[in-house]
């Protein structure tokens, strides 16, 4: 049976997916921060920066390990 092969695709496709919402969220506070008028000691700024690096680092990982 195909079952586990499936599931495992399935997780594979997810944590993509997540991480590349992770890294699109990122984007989206980093840019409403500069926006308005936000600088690089702000906290929108440094969260925006912390999904981004989150999201690329969990992408990189997936990549290194096969899943």
Same mark, same amino acid.
């Given at each position: &049976?195909? *079952? %586990?092969? @499936? @599931?495992?695709?399935?997780?594979?496709? %997810? /944590?993509?997916?997540?991480? /590349?919402?992770? /890294?699109? !969220? *990122? /984007? =989206? =506070?980093?840019?409403?921060? $500069?926006?308005?008028? +936000?600088?690089?000691?702000?906290?929108?700024? $440094? &969260? +925006? !920066?912390?999904? !981004? =690096?989150? @999201?690329? =680092?969990?992408?990189?990982?997936?990549?290194?390990? *096969?899943?």
């Amino acid at each position: &049976m195909n *079952g %586990a092969g @499936g @599931g495992e695709r399935f997780y594979r496709g %997810a /944590v993509r997916a997540l991480s /590349v919402l992770f /890294v699109a !969220i *990122g /984007v =989206v =506070v980093l840019v409403t921060t $500069l926006a308005n008028g +936000g600088g690089p000691a702000s906290t929108g700024f $440094l &969260m +925006g !920066i912390a999904f !981004i =690096v989150v @999201g690329a =680092v969990r992408l990189w990982l997936g990549t290194r390990t *096969g899943r």
